[in-house]
Structure formats: C-alpha cells, structure tokens
C-alpha cells in the first residue's frame, strides 16, 4: 500500500490529546477539502509502497500503544483490514481518521470521523462538483457510528459554519453533545488561537467540545512531527 509517512509523536485533536502516538499516513484521498493540510496525500499525492510485515515492523519497534492511521482517506486502502487486524492482534489501540465517505470493515478502537461540510469545497475547479457529491454519505456515517466507538470533529472556518454543523447533526440524532468536536481551520497558531476563542463560546452554548490542534500550536504547519 502506498504510505505517505510513519511518524512518532503525539495526538494533537480529539479525545486522545497529547497521547503519544505512531501515525501512519496513508497517501489517496477521493476529496479536495480547499483547506487540506496534507496535500501530499490527496492532489499531490506521495509516498512508498509498503508491505503490511514491514509496516508492522516499523511501528512495533516505537513501542507505543497508541496507533492512529491517518491520511489522505485510509478507508481507500482495503490492505487496511488486514494491518488493523494484526495491530490490533498485538495489543495496539487503533485510531482511524477518516472523513467518513468510504466504508471498509477495518479494526478500530476510536473511529474519528471529520464530516466534510460545505465550507470545504474548492471552488472554480475540476473538483467542485465531484467533491460536493462525494463529500455527503449518510449510509457510511449511520454504519460507522453504529458500529466503532466514534468521535465527530468538525473544521470550523467561520461562525456561519456553525448552522452547518447543526442541520448535518439533524441526521444522526443519535449523536450525543459529547461525541461532537469543534476545531478551527488554521495550520498557523495566530489564526488558531482567534478562532478558538469564538469556538469556545459556541461550545459552551451547546454542550460540544472544543478541540485543539496541539501539533498546530506546537510546530505550527511543519510536516511530520
Ligand atoms: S479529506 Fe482530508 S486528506 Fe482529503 S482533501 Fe480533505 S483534508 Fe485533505
């Protein structure tokens, strides 16, 4: 399969903040979020073919529980069930990221799912219309909750994103408040920090949670780390 890049470092969003973390990047994504931090794994895509023995050899020798496959789209990547199935056979806790549009039966402690909302649309390209119709996949978002313990983290870029937000969740109402995550769109800290603070405030209002970008405000848009 091709891999972008295998790091050690620590989860930077979600739940699982500050954990130290293996990361494998998958390198193929079927969207073009305007706003992707990892362009080298969807429109300029990059990377390495890997066995899944190699892979496991790479990731054991960090010795670290915690194993968040990341991407571009890891649910592309059907070599996925396999690898989830011996790491998780080994004792690892596996983080999938995904934005929730590919379904694929992986192993998964934490599915961390970041729905792509209308505020993610590149506009006046190719794209535009291919990422609207691929972006929206309710019966792989009613599959994955159902089935994986899950997170929901959603990238905010303005208040009005927000209205979003709340009609996207008006079709899974069995998503509780505190499955919810906020985070605002921004790989450089300045940014980050104004956003947070609006994001605060809406949080609080309705009981979600507000998720930093700790690799953001630690390393700012610096790549493997
Ligand atoms: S889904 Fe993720 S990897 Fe794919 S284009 Fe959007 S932000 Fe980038």
Not at 19 to 26: G, K, M, N, Y
Not at 146 to 155: G, H, I, R, S, T
Not at 184 to 212: C, F, H, M, N, Y
Request: proline residues 5%; hydrophobic residues 35%.
């Amino acid at each position: 399969m091709l891999i972008s890049e295998i790091f050690h470092s620590i989860q930077g969003e979600g739940r699982y903040v500050g954990v130290p973390s293996v990361f494998v990047r998958t390198s193929g994504c079927n969207l073009r979020c305007w706003f992707c931090d990892t362009p080298y794994t969807s429109w300029q895509q990059e990377g390495e073919q890997r066995t899944i023995e190699s892979l496991i050899d790479e990731v054991v020798r960090y010795n670290c529980e915690h194993v968040v496959i990341t991407g571009g789209e890891p649910m592309l990547v059907r070599e996925l069930v396999p690898l989830t199935q011996q790491l998780a056979a080994l004792g690892h806790h596996l983080t999938i990221e995904t934005a929730g549009t590919v379904d694929l039966n992986v192993e998964a402690d934490l599915m961390s799912i970041s729905p792509k909302l209308a505020n993610s649309t590149p506009q006046g390209s190719e794209w535009t219309a291919r990422h609207d119709e691929r972006r929206y996949q309710p019966d792989v978002i009613h599959r994955l909750i159902a089935d994986y313990d899950y997170q929901l983290k959603f990238v905010i870029d303005t208040p009005d994103d927000v209205t979003d937000v709340e009609h996207w969740l008006e079709g899974f109402p069995a998503v509780t408040a505190d499955r919810v995550y906020l985070m605002a769109q921004a790989t450089d800290r300045e940014p980050l920090r104004e956003k947070s603070v609006w994001l605060a405030d809406i949080v609080k209002t309705r009981g979600w949670r507000l998720s930093p970008r700790l690799h953001v405000e630690l390393w700012g848009n610096t790549r493997g780390v």
